[in-house]
């Protein structure tokens, strides 16, 4: 199994920024692709930005510019947000493709329980 754990959520004014970070762990074969959904109130969560490993990103078109999604050799994921807008305001989940040993080495998707960002005056 693989468990995801996210953190850095907050509140932010428009115009400022955020880190989140997403560290993996348990018995991890591979992590293919990881990164951020989001999901505001009354919305469908939609993607925001993943990275494969080989470290090419994707990035949802209202995000380009403005969010930087990187990983490091650890399986930890993160994501600059600047500029942030009060349309960014949602739950950001972090998301994992990826296989475990327990799982017979065999790819699924994982998520986050979810961090809140909030951009307000």
């Known amino acids: 199994q693989v468990q995801l754990v996210e953190s850095g959520g907050g509140l932010v004014q428009p115009g400022g920024s955020l880190r989140l970070s997403c560290a993996a762990s348990?018995?991890?074969?591979?992590?293919?692709?990881i990164g951020w959904f989001r999901q505001a109130p009354g919305k469908q969560r939609e993607l925001v930005a993943t990275i494969t490993s080989r470290g090419s990103p994707n990035y949802a078109d209202s995000v380009k510019g403005r969010f930087t999604c990187s990983r490091d050799n650890a399986n930890t994921v993160f994501l600059r947000m600047n500029s942030l807008k009060p349309e960014d305001t949602a739950v950001y989940y972090c998301y994992a493709h990826a296989a475990g040993y327990g799982s017979g080495r065999s790819f699924e998707h994982y998520w986050g329980q979810g961090t809140q960002v909030t951009v307000s005056s």
């Open positions: 348990g018995s991890i074969f591979s992590i293919n692709t």
